[in-house]
Structure formats: C-alpha cells, structure tokens
C-alpha cells in the first residue's frame, strides 16, 4: 500500500490486476485500484475534482480530470474517510497512476490540493 499526506488528507493506495477483464494478445490490461480517503484534520472537507496522470510503460502517457469520484462528490467529517474502487486499462502490463484531488473545506469554503501518490500497476508475473 502506498500512502501520503497532504494538508491532513491522508491517502492511501492499492493496486490489483484484473486477468478476468484483461486480454494481453489484444494488448488490453485492467487493473483495479481501490483508494482510501482519511480526513486527519479538525474540518469538513469534500472532495470536488480528480486528476490523474497514467503512464503506460510503452511511452504513451494520458491526463483524465473530472468532477468528483465515481460519480460522487463526498464530503469527509473529521476523523472519517471515504473509500472506493475504480480501473485504469493499459495497453500493456506495466505502468503507474498519480494525481491530485481538489478538495474544498466547508468551514470557510478554502480550496486546497491534495497529493494522490504515484502507485505501479504491474501484472504479477512481471514480478517473477
């Protein structure tokens, strides 16, 4: 698990490869990757867009860059965290995810960006 802290937003990160969903002769590999949210701060936070950089190992490189999480905008109360799972497809089996977050404290409506750490998804036989 891979995990950071950023203006008392811990996140922690991990990976898993999907071989159900992939097929390598098409060049098509899924991963999962299920992030955890904490809010280690004394304010409510919400999260309002995502940013990602994907980083495939044969050079291609892809931003993706939304509103929310899975569909969700959560708002996280001191102490609480937020967890979801999603998927990133490569065309081969090895590469890496980071980003950031932006995220808005409620208290006084403060913006701020929140580090998401740069994680590898690596099929588990490249690890042999």
């Given amino acids: 698990m891979i995990t950071q802290i950023t203006e008392g937003v811990k996140i922690s990160v991990e990976t898993l490869y999907q071989p159900e969903y992939s097929n390598p002769a098409n060049d098509h590999y899924m991963f999962a990757y299920k992030i955890n949210i904490e809010n280690l701060t004394e304010y409510s936070v919400q999260l309002m867009r995502r940013r990602w950089f994907i980083f495939d190992s044969n050079g291609t490189h892809r931003e993706v860059e939304g509103e929310g999480v899975v569909g969700l905008q959560p708002v996280i109360e001191p102490g ?15 590469g890496s995810m980071k980003g950031s977050y932006a995220m808005k404290r409620l208290a006084d409506q403060e913006e ?4 998401i750490p740069e994680f590898a998804m690596i099929a588990p036989y490249k690890m042999n």
Avoid: Q, W
Avoid at 80 to 89: F, I
């Fill in 112 to 115: 701020f960006e929140v580090s």
């Fill in 80 to 94: 609480s965290s937020h967890e979801y799972v999603s998927g990133c497809n490569l065309k081969t089996d090895m």
